[in-house]
């Protein structure tokens, strides 16, 4: 099976992804996040900084990532949300602004929209179009995460509550379009990995308690240093990712 994990920020799809690799066996497809592109595509800029052509770039660099590591894995896998993620994220800053934290003072209005942002709206209107006719042949099913927690406070993502909210609804409301099955879950992690399964008939090969510990165990090893602290990769090369085994350890 191929299945994404959906969810807005901060919903958990990381360490539910994880997690789910360990529960179930499936091996788990990733790319390079915002984070890891931001150096490569502005260096010194954090992404708030970016502008709209530089947010295009990352929005094209990462899809492309997702789309070599998903046709590796093309067998089944699980995969830490999807290009509709990116899409949506670039999609709504045409009603929040390029950094949406600039407009939280207009509340519910949308920003003013100035002749960049007009051209921003048209440009993700037509990769949309691209970005959905992939994912739409290349996902079997999704899980969707409430959006139920917190928002992390690691200084990184230029988002609030309004555009989580709006991002939550405009993925649903997408993936219903693409008629791909859809199954929301939330809860704990080991309630989340158990749901999963009875919904989509996967066989777990561990316990829940086993699989969350050793995702647990994964998150903390990844790198989440900030944007300005990184470095270009080397020759603008991306880092290879390896899948995780096979296995419920």
């Not at 080991?190 to 050793?214: S, V, W, Y």
């Amino acid at each position: 099976m191929r299945l994404g994990i959906s969810g807005t920020y901060s919903s958990g799809k990381t360490l539910t992804a994880l997690a789910l690799s360990h529960y179930i066996g499936l091996p788990r497809t990733m790319a390079r996040t915002m984070r890891e592109i931001l150096p490569d595509a502005a260096p010194g800029k954090k992404l708030e900084e970016c502008t709209a052509a530089e947010l295009l770039q990352m929005i094209v660099v990462r899809h492309t990532e997702r789309v070599k590591y998903e046709h590796q894995l093309a067998g089944g896998f699980i995969s830490d949300g999807s290009s509709l993620q990116e899409w949506i994220y670039g999609a709504l800053r045409v009603r929040v602004g390029i950094n949406p934290n600039d407009s939280v003072a207009l509340g519910e209005a949308d920003v003013e929209r100035t002749a960049e942002l007009a051209f921003f709206d048209d440009v993700m209107r037509q990769l949309g179009v691209s970005f959905k006719q992939h994912v739409q042949r290349g996902f079997d099913a999704f899980v969707h995460l409430r959006n139920e927690l917190p928002l992390s406070a690691d200084g990184h993502r230029p988002v609030n509550d309004r555009f989580r909210t709006l991002a939550d609804a405009r993925l649903l409301e997408v993936m219903a379009e693409l008629r791909i099955p859809v199954h929301v879950v939330s809860g704990t992690m080991p309630e989340r990995l158990r749901a999963i399964a009875a919904a989509t008939g996967l066989r777990p090969i561990t316990t829940e308690e086993q699989a969350a510990a050793a995702a647990q165990a994964e998150y903390r090893r990844i790198d989440t240093t900030i944007e300005t602290r990184r470095t270009a990769a080397p020759d603008g090369r991306p880092p290879v990712h390896r899948p995780v085994a096979r296995s419920g350890a």
